[in-house]
């Protein structure tokens, strides 16, 4: 109240040295914070300020609007430097970029995993009004500001893997057992799932590919437990002989060829792996027991890596 008196006083008698040097002194918030701004009139946004502890009287943030008459204040969520003056607040909403907020979605991630994800992501607002559809959107890290809608979100990630789908696509391999991108995204969100490792996503696509070739079944493990779960990524348990006879379209060990969708969100290595896998003849691959897999061309040497597997994993 004090200084808004000696401010106004200062304008009425043309003290403008003193309303300046007003201007620049430290205002009273402590540490550094990100501020929510909302959108109104200067009376809506010095309340929002003084609630905030950026400045002690929103009137006197209002006298120095006639002062520093420089433009448009925006809405939005903003940087406050720790005692920052009323000049530099001023300033901040005037031209500074919102604060930027992150959130990741991970590769292998199903649909109702990603939307659980962005449930929780605070800074994102509204509810989306559909589910997602199924390995639709491109797993990486998003920049947002505070208050974007979810389903905006959503809309960013699903360009996002169309534009990468579509490039990776024109630059493909020759000779790919696949008519589609839709065809590769779906092997390569089974390849997503069969490997934890970088350098044998190629390898395992290209085993995949094979059988496709050949016309056998693709056999994969991660299909069954995206069936047996209800559309999950995984199971709290061990894959059973009941779970590999289940009547699914997504069973792989009785359907033919690709499933009708995939089965999570494919990252684009996995994707590239698909469309340029390794030169490789291998039909088969086992766990190594040490996160990685032992690949064979032949049932018999196959079958020789299981019951070699099996050995290491019995107490």
């Known amino acids: 109240m004090f200084w808004a008196v000696v401010l106004a006083n200062a304008l009425l008698g043309g003290g403008r040295m003193l309303a300046t040097r007003l201007l620049d002194w430290p205002g009273p918030l402590a540490e550094a914070s990100d501020v929510v701004v909302p959108r109104g009139g200067?009376?809506?946004?010095?309340?929002?300020?003084?609630?905030?502890?950026?400045?002690?009287?929103?009137?006197?943030?209002?006298?120095?609007?006639?002062?520093?008459?420089?433009?448009v204040l925006h809405a939005g969520e903003f940087a406050i430097p720790a005692h920052a003056s009323l000049r530099m607040v001023i300033a901040i909403l005037r031209e500074a970029r919102p604060v930027e907020h992150h959130v990741t979605i991970p590769e292998g991630l199903t649909a109702s995993e990603i939307a659980a994800l962005l449930d929780h992501a605070g800074a994102l607002s509204g509810a989306l009004a559909a589910p997602i559809p199924e390995g639709s959107i491109l797993p990486e890290t998003y920049d947002y500001p505070r208050g974007l809608p979810r389903a905006a979100l959503i809309a960013r990630a699903e360009a996002a893997l169309r534009a990468a789908l579509d490039a990776a696509w024109a630059g493909r391999a020759p000779d790919l057992p696949l008519t589609s991108p839709a065809q590769a995204l779906i092997l390569a969100s089974i390849v997503e799932h069969e490997t934890a490792r970088a350098?044998?996503?190629p390898l395992v696509a290209a085993v995949f590919l094979n059988r496709l070739r050949q016309g056998m079944r693709l056999q994969a493990d991660a299909t069954v437990v995206y069936a047996a779960s209800g559309?999950?990524?995984?199971?709290?348990?061990?894959?059973?002989?009941?779970?590999l006879a289940i009547d699914s379209p997504y069973n792989t060990y009785h359907v033919a060829g690709l499933p009708p969708g995939p089965i999570d969100s494919p990252g684009?290595?996995?994707?590239?792996?698909?469309?340029?896998?390794?030169a490789s003849d291998a039909l088969y691959f086992v766990a190594d027991g040490n996160g990685g897999h032992i690949f064979a061309r032949t049932l018999d040497e196959h079958n020789r890596n299981v019951a070699h597997w099996r050995a290491r994993e019995t107490p």
């Open 199 to 201: 350098e044998e996503r």
């Open 268 to 278: 684009l290595a996995a994707i590239l792996a698909v469309l340029h896998p390794a």
């Open 42 to 71: 200067s009376t809506e946004v010095a309340s929002a300020l003084a609630d905030a502890g950026v400045i002690s009287d929103p009137r006197l943030f209002r006298l120095a609007l006639l002062i520093d008459r420089g433009g």
């Open 231 to 243: 559309g999950k990524s995984s199971l709290a348990r061990k894959l059973t002989r009941a779970d």
